[in-house]
């Protein structure tokens, strides 16, 4: 090569500084490669970001049945032991696979009622006939002596409650029932959703409530604990935090979704003379995935003390 030791020492000058000369520039600029910096983020996901991803997919898919336990001095003696299957969060039409998980947990389980407390799916309205159909095989897996009841979630509407009211669930939208237990008339309120559709009524219907009778309330948030106490409830009920969904570790969640009684946002919880259960939800909603957070359904069983 002509003049091999001037390309040399040219050559080596561009690549050790990493300076770019393009074609009839006479001028040298320190070569920044922009594709290069974009490039990584992709890589970035598929190496640690993916793999990360399905084993949240997987947490969120592992759903458990937990039986926890409330212990409750003044718990009337006819409701000693008394089982309640409690279902939230289903979101069902990103989550068909429920069906048949929630079918097996159910197998062989032995409760008295079973409570749901919203957000069945995360589509507001224009379900798929088979989203309907879904829903209605889960409840037809639920076999409870003392029926199925259920409130409506931030992510259900009118439309919702219609069309799930076909099927064999009763819906407590703003209203009082008494389910006779052996003798007793247990007192259960269903309430709105308060997160999204909170209303005078919510209200009335707590207010409304003059009962000594042992009280179990269906919400689907834990953000009226109080309204809910000060209305002589013994039980709250209720979901919609998914418990946190992703959590940093067992005890803080990313983030909550509730403006109000953030600390009741998962697990059992007592807010002075009455006690709660805040669900974990069976579903996922917006990210399909969970981290230090399992997905759930409970059987809830009431005690007057601890069982020795
Ligand atoms: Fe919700």
Redesign the pocket.
């Known amino acids: 090569m002509k003049n091999f030791s001037k390309w040399k020492s040219n050559r080596l000058n561009l690549e050790q500084n990493e300076l770019k000369c393009s074609a009839l520039e006479s001028n040298k600029q320190k070569n920044i490669d922009l594709f290069k910096y974009v490039a990584i983020i992709p890589k970035i996901i598929i190496k640690f970001l993916y793999p990360l991803y399905l084993i949240g997919k997987k947490n969120a898919h592992n759903i458990i049945l937990k039986e926890k336990h409330i212990i409750d001095s003044n718990l009337p003696t006819s409701l000693e032991g008394l089982r309640i299957l409690h279902i939230s ?1 289903l979101h069902l039409d990103e989550r068909e696979d429920l069906v048949e998980s929630i079918s097996k947990l159910l197998e062989e389980q032995e409760y008295d009622i079973c409570f749901f407390t ?2 069945y799916f995360s589509k507001v309205r224009n379900h798929k006939e088979e989203d309907y159909q879904n829903f209605n095989s889960i409840i037809s897996k639920i076999k409870c002596k003392l029926g199925i009841y259920g409130v409506l ?3 259900d509407s009118v439309e919702t409650f219609e069309n799930l009211s076909k099927f064999k669930i009763k819906f407590l939208n703003n209203e009082c029932l008494k389910i006779t237990i052996n003798s007793y008339p247990l007192n259960v309120i269903g309430l709105d ?1 308060v ?1 999204y559709f909170y209303s005078d009524q919510v209200k009335a219907t707590l207010d409304e409530n003059k009962s000594d009778d042992f009280t179990i309330l269906l919400v ?2 834990p953000e009226i604990y109080d309204l809910a106490q000060k209305n002589k409830v013994n039980l709250y009920l209720c ?4 418990g946190g969904q992703v959590r940093l570790t067992q005890k803080f969640p990313v983030f909550r ?1 509730i403006k109000r009684g953030r600390k009741y946002f998962s697990g059992l919880w007592i807010f002075k003379n009455m006690h709660g259960h805040t669900s974990d939800g069976a579903g996922t ?1 917006t990210l399909d995935i969970r981290f230090n957070c399992d997905p759930e359904i409970s059987i809830i069983i009431l005690n007057k003390s601890k069982i020795k």
């Open positions: 969060d919203g957000d979630g931030n992510h959703d997160h689907h948030s979901g919609h935090t998914h979704r909603s």
